[in-house]
C-alpha cells in the first residue's frame, strides 16, 4: 500500500477527516455534476455517474443534494460551470504529487493550489513532470477485513470483470479498470461483501522512502489540499514504516 493510502487510512481512523468534513459534499456534488454533464443525467447509462451517486450514499448525502447536482451537470437548473484541471509537482523530499481539482475559477485554483505548495515546501510541475511515476488510472475497491470467503469474493470479482484480488492488511483490494468499476462494485455488494470504498485512483510504480521529519511536512502539504474546496482527490508517491506514519500523524 503506498504512503497516500495510508495517509488516508490514518485520517480516517483519528478522525482527521474532520477538517474537510465542511467541504466533503461540495467535492461530491462537484464530481456528480461533472459526471452527469459529461454523461447524462440516468446513472444507468452512466457508470461514472453511478459511481459518483454510490459515493454520495455512502457518505450520507442527503437524496436531494444528490438530485441538484444532477440536474445542474444537466443544466436543467441553474449553476456553476465546472471544468476538471489536473496539478502535477513535488513535496518536500522531491515525493511526487498529483492533484486533481474541480473548479469554476481556474485563475483562482491555480493561485490556490500554487500557494499551498509553496508554504509546505513545494513546487508545481509542468504537465507530465511526475505522472510518469504512476500506472494508467485504475478502479480500486477496498473490501472490509470480516469477508469470511475469499475464494467467492475473487470469483465474483472476476466474473464481473475485476483484474485482480489482493489481501492487504485491513481486508481486500480489488482492481479494476476505471469503465468496469461501478459493475465491480455492484456485484461484490450485491454478494453481501462489504465496501468500504470505491474510486478511481493512480498507484505509484515508483516509491520514495521518507524519515520522521519529512513525513510530517508531506502530511501538512496533502491536509492543506484536501481542505481546499476545488481539490477533488490526491494521489503521491511517499512511503515509511507504519510506525513513523503513526507517530508523524500523532
Known sequence: MSGHSKWHNIRLRKGKQDAVRGVLFTRLGREISIAAKSGGGSPDANPRLRLAIQKAKADSMPADKIKNAILRGTGEIEGANYEEITFEGYGPHGVAVIVQCATDNRNRTVADVRNIFSKAGGNLGENGS?????????????????????????????????????????????????????????????????????????????????????????????????????????????????????????
Open 130 to 250: 511526475v505522472a510518469w511515476m504512476f500506472n494508467a488510472p485504475q478502479g480500486l475497491i477496498h473490501v472490509a477485513a470480516d469477508a469470511k470467503d475469499e475464494d467467492k469474493l475473487i470469483a465474483v470479482a472476476l466474473d464481473a470483470g475485476a483484474e485482480d484480488v489482493k489481501a492487504v492488511d485491513d481486508g481486500f483490494e480489488v482492481y479494476t479498470s476505471p469503465g468496469d468499476l461501478p459493475t465491480v462494485v455492484d456485484a461484490v455488494s450485491s454478494a453481501k461483501f462489504k465496501t468500504t470504498s470505491a474510486e478511481i485512483t493512480m498507484i505509484p510504480n515508483n516509491m520514495v522512502t521518507v524519515d520522521g521529519k519529512t513525513i510530517t511536512q508531506i502530511f501538512r502539504l496533502l491536509d492543506k489540499l484536501e481542505e481546499n474546496d476545488d481539490v477533488q482527490r490526491v494521489y503521491s508517491n511517499f512511503d515509511a514504516p507504519d510506525d513513523v506514519m503513526e507517530q508523524a500523524a500523532s
